[in-house]
């Protein structure tokens, strides 16, 4: 399984797997969207996956971004503690991962079937750096 990265941050070598964990505080409201960003100085802050909540506790994923597709999942465990679990990580990945929170409920609210915007999530968490070496 991956291993659990602390919200300090944490570093791999190309093709290595690492997993992150959604703060408790971002899913405190038992928010209907809640979805992982990424940002490198510079550039803008982008999506990598969302998931929305289906009934009370249970959640889908309708989007990854292609970039991560395929190598990336967004799951939840029985404690309804929510990961993003990399594998296969390389060096275009590095940077800093938030989780997000939106309370809006529709599968509007968290992008559709496409990407969030980033203004439209009201809660986030601290970051996580993610650092991938060749």
């Known amino acids: 399984a991956e291993r659990e990265v602390e919200p300090g941050g944490g570093s791999v070598q190309a093709g290595g797997s690492l997993r992150l964990a959604c703060e408790d505080s971002v899913r405190e409201d038992n928010p209907y969207c809640v979805a992982w960003f990424r940002q490198t100085p510079g550039r803008e802050r982008e999506a990598v996956a969302t998931a929305y909540l289906t009934d009370g506790t249970s959640y889908a994923v309708p989007y990854y971004a292609d970039s991560v597709k395929g190598r990336f999942t967004f799951s939840q465990d029985n404690t309804k503690k929510m990961y993003l679990q990399m594998t296969n990580l390389q060096p275009e990945d590095t940077a800093m991962y938030y989780c997000?929170?939106?309370?809006?409920?529709?599968?509007?609210?968290?992008?559709?079937?496409?990407?969030?915007?980033?203004?439209?999530?009201?809660?986030w968490g601290q970051g996580t750096q993610v650092t991938v070496s060749l």
């Open positions: 997000a929170a939106r309370s809006e409920r529709g599968l509007a609210s968290c992008g559709g079937l496409g990407a969030p915007k980033t203004e439209d999530f009201t809660v």
